[in-house]
Nanobody, 125 residues
């Protein structure tokens, strides 16, 4: 059974940091790209970051580039999203998702086969 478990969300002040984790199981970790999406209240879901586990390629939304970093630990089948310099507009439910192709990127959500349950990040100003 494929599972993605997102964790690490919480309440943080603007300017602070959080690290989200996406623990995966049930598929070959190296064969997938793992992305983070987020959905703020009243807004559509948007792509935040994407990581090709096999070769380390990354992609970021312009709104988070330079503040967020995605990485992986293959020994734990886990992908991380380090979020620094958080802003109130980063408040959202964050989801991790897995796709067999890194080129799906941040736009083609339909390409993501597996999704985690989401973790809430609240940034207070």
């Amino acid at each position: 059974e494929v599972q993605l478990q997102a964790s690490g969300g919480g309440l943080v002040q603007a300017g602070g940091s959080l690290r989200l984790s996406c623990r995966t199981s049930g598929f070959t970790f190296d064969d997938f790209a793992i992305a983070w999406f987020r959905q703020a209240p009243g807004k559509e879901r948007e792509g935040v970051s994407c990581l090709s586990v096999r070769d380390g390629r990354t992609d970021y939304a312009p709104s988070v580039k330079g503040r967020f970093t995605t990485s992986s630990d293959a020994t734990l089948n886990t992908v991380y999203l380090q979020m620094n310099s958080l802003k109130s507009e980063d408040t959202a439910v964050y989801y991790c998702a897995a796709a067999p192709n890194f080129d799906y990127g941040l736009e083609y959500e339909d390409g993501y086969d597996y999704w985690g349950q989401g973790t809430l990040v609240t940034v207070s100003s």
